[in-house]
């Protein structure tokens, strides 16, 4: 059992450019999730999916565009890379939003942008 | 205000002994979560341990257990026996209400296990 997945793991990126990161769950969780943690700090929710074709902005969503074609994928756009974005991100799904249900965090990308 | 604050910027604490990783919250909800996630070295967050509100008895998993004091608006982390592989940096969060989509996480305590 994978649960989430994210790829690449480390990307380097000049500004200006674009890139996708990639997030598949195989748990088939309706709920997923995209947080950025930047150095020395905790997690901050960027967007959010409650099932598929359905998305919202969370707390950081400026920079960045989701989409959610499947249940398993989530993918992570970011237009016109800024130095700002540098950061660690993180997918996450659940099954619910309800209490006590956990979101399940899949291993990070490492996002470098010069 | 900060949802979670977690005041320990770092932790030592010598292999087998007991240690407590604080974090108090801000809410005014009274349904809510906390959750104590782990993220060693490698990266990846792993939970750990969860606590909602209107549980009576305080949560346990393992060597890992939750003093929460809801008047103190408190769910410090109480790792017992501690190994060196629990060196690695603990985030406490929480979520609140019903059907709430967001985890606030605290800035997190990086626990150093000396042998």
């Known amino acids: 059992n994978a649960g989430v997945t994210q790829t690449p793991k480390f990307r380097i990126l000049k500004i200006g450019q674009s890139m996708t990161l990639q997030c598949t769950q195989d748990?088939?969780?309706?709920?997923m999730y995209w947080y950025r943690q930047d150095p020395g700090m905790g997690l901050k929710l960027i967007y959010y999916?409650?099932?598929?074709?359905?998305?919202d902005k969370g707390e950081v969503p400026n920079g960045y565009n989701v989409s959610r074609s499947t249940t398993e994928d989530f993918p992570l756009r970011l237009e016109l890379a800024a130095p700002s974005q540098t950061s660690v991100y993180f997918c996450?799904?659940?099954?619910?939003?309800?209490?006590?249900?956990?979101?399940?965090f899949g291993p990070g990308t490492r996002l470098t942008v010069l | 205000a900060q949802k979670i604050t977690q005041t320990q910027p770092g932790m030592f604490v010598q292999e087998k002994e007991a240690v407590t990783l604080d974090c108090t919250y801000d809410?005014?909800?009274?349904?809510?979560?906390l959750f104590w996630y782990k993220q060693p070295s490698s990266g990846e967050m792993i939970f750990l341990i969860y606590q909602g509100s209107y549980d009576e008895q305080n949560a346990t998993e393992g060597r890992y257990s939750l003093n929460f004091q809801k008047a103190r608006k408190s769910a410090n982390l109480v790792i017992s026996a501690s190994q060196l592989g629990d060196s690695a940096m603990y985030f406490c969060?929480?979520?609140?209400?019903?059907?709430?989509?967001?985890?606030?996480f605290g800035t997190g305590t990086r626990l150093t296990v000396i042998p």
């Open positions: 748990m088939n969780h309706n709920y």
């Open positions: 999916s409650v099932g598929a074709g359905i998305t």
């Open positions: 809410t005014s909800d009274q349904s809510y979560g």
């Open positions: 969060a929480m979520r609140e209400g019903a059907g709430a989509n967001n985890l606030f």
């Open positions: 996450a799904s659940s099954s619910s939003l309800w209490l006590p249900d956990t979101q399940y």
